[in-house]
């Protein structure tokens, strides 16, 4: 069935480099996306990117995807306690216009 | 521009009590709308989506219904509320041209006591 998976947690340290790594299961999603979860708030889209494409940067953020492998994944670089969030990857399906979104990726910065 | 609204945004109901969760959309026409809930500390759940008026789709049997009585009104609801209702409920249309993705609401914050 359609499944988007990622890690519950991850920590970094100020000013290093953050990866959060997704898997999803349907070879025809078109589109995939980070969103951003701030606490107690909606959801917000930080990018996106198209089927077609390996890598899309949006000044401190890369989004690598591996069709083959279908795995996504999303860098923040230089991560700042700003960047405290849950971060979701998402997936479209094919069968209806809907997007399935992973379990959610909790990153907490260290000093 | 498009925007969303969501109302309330906090709501203490007593179990057994009824609900209604409404989202409405300014700025388009004839938006897919879906509401979404999200368990303490779980990711996003489907529950409903609507592609036009009277339209709905369920995607996991449960305690709640949804309705769309206009083109950019979606109201979520529940004759009786149990306490695992509780969870924070978005509301989200979705961009049918470009990037397709979602744009939320601000949710509401469900307990059910």
């Known amino acids: 069935g359609e499944d988007v998976e990622q890690s519950l947690f991850l920590s970094v340290r100020e000013g290093d480099s953050s990866v959060i790594n997704c898997t999803y299961t349907?070879?025809?999603?078109?589109?995939l996306y980070w969103y951003k979860q701030e606490p107690g708030a909606g959801l917000q889209l930080l990018t996106y990117?198209?089927?077609?494409?390996d890598m899309k940067q949006d000044q401190r953020l890369t989004v690598l995807l591996n069709k083959k492998d279908k795995h996504l994944s999303l860098r923040i670089a230089d991560t700042q306690t700003g960047d405290s969030a849950i971060y979701f990857c998402?997936?479209?399906?094919?069968?209806?216009?809907?997007?399935?979104f992973g379990s959610g990726t909790r990153l907490s910065i260290r000093p | 521009s498009q925007t969303i609204h969501q109302w309330p945004a906090t709501l203490v109901q007593p179990v057994g009590s009824p609900l209604s969760l409404e989202c409405t959309v300014e700025?388009?026409?004839?938006?897919?709308l879906y509401w979404y809930r999200q368990a303490a500390g779980r990711g996003l759940q489907l529950l409903f989506y609507?592609?036009?008026?009277?339209?709905i789709s369920s995607e996991v049997p449960q305690n709640l219904s949804a309705s769309r009585p206009q083109d950019r009104q979606f109201i979520l609801s529940s004759k009786k509320l149990l306490l695992s209702d509780s969870g924070f409920y978005l509301c989200?249309?979705?961009?049918?041209?470009?990037?397709?993705?979602?744009?939320f609401g601000s949710g509401t914050r469900l307990t059910v006591v």
């Open positions: 989200a249309w979705i961009h049918l041209q470009g990037h397709y993705g979602y744009t």
């Open positions: 349907d070879s025809s999603s078109t589109y």
């Open positions: 990117i198209f089927s077609n494409m």
């Open positions: 998402a997936a479209t399906y094919s069968s209806a216009s809907k997007i399935i």
């Open positions: 700025g388009t026409s004839n938006p897919n």
């Open positions: 609507s592609v036009g008026i009277g339209q």
